[in-house]
């Protein structure tokens, strides 16, 4: 199992034959070879400054040349109203997302992904932008790959931290 939290940047966690490996920086994979952001880590074209709170607020601003701050979610309050620059925003941003859950797919070939964090809030829409992206990069994989949201909300990342010690004090 693969979960990520989406939220001002990106955070996961792997599930392995019951053990909960919590290292994976999935944030800082990178999904875009051109005109990319830098991270604050250093790195260009990363998920995390395609696919975050903070990437979708960042992209909102310089596309509708908002100067005051916006939050993600209001971004994606106005795509889900269907205001076309706001679509086009979240849709380019699934659109790497989704080429990121391919490529661990590829890798691991999970049996879930779990999808968490403030992005997630909106889970309808950003799923079902997700997965029309995921079959534009290969349908017949694209039916193979679940995705579900997680149903602790916000007390996921506690749950996993406390989940975590238990595993360590072993
Ligand atoms: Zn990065």
Redesign the pocket.
Known sequence: MVYIGIGTGIGSALIINNYLIPSS?L??IIVKLKDCN??????IG????EFSANAIAKKAKKVLGIKNEIAAKDVIFEAIKGEVSAKKIIEESCYYFAIAIYNIYKLLEPDVFILGGGVMASRQFIMKTLRPNLDKINENDSNKINICCTSFGKKIGIIGAAIMCKTLLK
Do not use: A, I, W
């Open positions: 920086e944030g800082h830098r991270c604050n880590y250093g790195n990363c998920l995390e400054t």
